[in-house]
């Protein structure tokens, strides 16, 4: 029988009342990232809730704390905009148990929001995820074994995420790393639960930081083919984004690539 806890990233949080908000039914780390620092740990309906909290700034660096905090064989990724479903856990398990291959799964979330559906769509079948599926996925609801993340030492990138100037693209960036580095990662139709959709806490619109941080994503994942996702990208834009032309799009996006390649010469 596996061991599980919920990692669950949050901000300005003065209890522990996130557990029953977010309908936590597993052993949880809460990271919060606050004006203090300070560590709780409380029970309830036999489940230990630890609450770390921290003046660091950045998701990617939040999420690193919940993981360095845990203990647990399996940890899957929350945000705290979630309720989770009555069983999450027992889905979880279930499907390790009957999928031993399995190092990580991706389990579906749905949007509250019939406006702000989510850009993830639900699996028809189990199967090994690809790393174009992942793309648009986010780690919400990837539950990972901790054996498979200490084995091939993967976290967060600190300098990627809200609060950084690379504002987003982290999850892309660590769920690419997990195919990269040959973990047997598959996705799930299982659903776990819901995402209040209401409003998104880093976009603000297609501007120059957001194409910017794009292409410096694209060359974190793919690397010598990054100017051909970058031109993809661009075109499947093309109906999205009036504001901006195709050629402008590019433009800004290798500007991503270019603040990559300087952190790379550590400029």
């Known amino acids: 029988m596996y061991t599980i806890q919920s990692l669950v990233t949050t901000m300005f949080q003065t209890d522990d009342s996130k557990y029953e908000e977010m309908n936590l039914q597993t052993d949880s780390i809460i990271a919060n990232q606050c004006d203090c620092n300070g560590y709780s740990k409380s029970e309830k309906d036999g489940k230990v809730i630890e609450v770390v909290s921290t003046t660091t700034r950045g998701v990617s660096r939040n999420r690193n704390i919940a993981l360095a905090h845990s203990t647990a064989d399996i940890v899957v990724f929350l945000d705290d905009d979630m309720v989770l479903f009555d069983g ?26 019939p406006d702000r ?65 040959k973990t047997k990662f598959y996705l799930s139709p299982k659903q776990i639960g819901i995402v209040k959709q209401e409003d998104s806490s880093w976009f603000r619109g297609y501007d120059a930081k957001y194409y910017i941080s794009a292409g410096y994503v694209y060359k974190c994942i793919y690397k010598n083919l990054s100017f051909l996702a970058i031109v993809r990208r661009s075109w499947k834009m093309r109906g999205e984004d009036k504001k901006n032309g195709f050629f402008k799009r590019i433009c800004l ?15």
């Not at 999450?88 to 929001?113: H, L, M, P, T």
């Not at 996006?253 to 400029?267: A, D, E, P, S």
């Open 117 to 181: 559906p989510l850009a993830y769509k639900q699996p028809e079948i189990f199967h090994r995820a690809s790393k174009r599926e992942l793309m648009a996925g986010g780690v919400i609801g990837v539950a990972i074994k901790k054996s498979c993340l200490d084995r091939i030492h993967l976290m967060f990138y600190n300098d990627m995420g809200p609060g950084n100037e690379i504002f987003c693209g982290e999850d892309s960036v660590f769920l690419s790393e997990l195919i990269n580095r």
């Open 88 to 113: 999450y856990a027992d889905i979880i398990i279930k499907e390790f148990e009957a999928n031993s291959q399995a190092e990580a799964i991706k389990f579906y979330c749905s949007s509250s929001n």
């Open 253 to 267: 996006m290798k500007k991503g690539v270019n603040i990559f390649k300087k952190r790379k010469k550590g400029l």
